[in-house]
């Protein structure tokens, strides 16, 4: 079985953003975000408005290139976050943890919070809003655009 499709929308995404930001809240005050870019931008927008937050630093990891996985590579460090120590760490999702034990290296201290995680890397996360399945491909809003989709009935029979 290949590949299963998990879209989500831009409402949904704020909507999970902001239930994320209702976990952190209590664990706060916060130093500032850590946004782990580029999937983590929005998130952190997000959350950062929510928990009135001002200071956001960004990491850059890259793990993927042309869809196919390499070894991981630290494009850009954050200066102002020292060992992470009240700081949170933002991402969109955590797939196999790659990234997040890349960052985790580079920020021993800090909080890592994602939306969305899979089974793989869910023990690298500390706090996260939705579980899906390890052979779930989320569809990000900033990846995809709204188009013309064939019955569910026509597109089994081959006719879509």
């Known amino acids: 079985m290949g590949h299963r499709y998990y879209t989500v929308t831009w409402d949904q995404l704020h909507r999970d953003g902001r239930a994320l930001a209702w976990k952190l809240l209590p664990l706060g005050p916060w130093a500032g975000i850590v946004a782990i870019t580029r999937g983590g931008l929005i998130p952190s927008a997000i959350i950062a408005r929510e928990l009135d937050c001002r200071v956001i630093e960004t990491v850059s990891v890259i793990t993927y290139d042309e869809e196919t996985r390499g070894e991981p590579r630290l494009s850009k460090p954050p200066t102002a976050a020292g060992s992470g120590a009240g700081w949170l760490i933002v991402d969109d999702l955590v797939d196999t943890g790659t990234t997040a034990r890349v960052v985790r290296a580079l920020l021993p201290e800090a909080h890592l919070a994602t939306i969305y995680a899979k089974p793989a890397g869910k023990p690298m996360v500390d706090t996260y809003v939705t579980e899906v399945s390890q052979d779930t491909w989320i ?19 081959g006719d879509g």
């Open 139 to 157: 569809l990000f809003p900033w990846d995809t655009e709204p188009q013309f989709t064939p019955p569910i009935a026509k597109a089994r029979n």
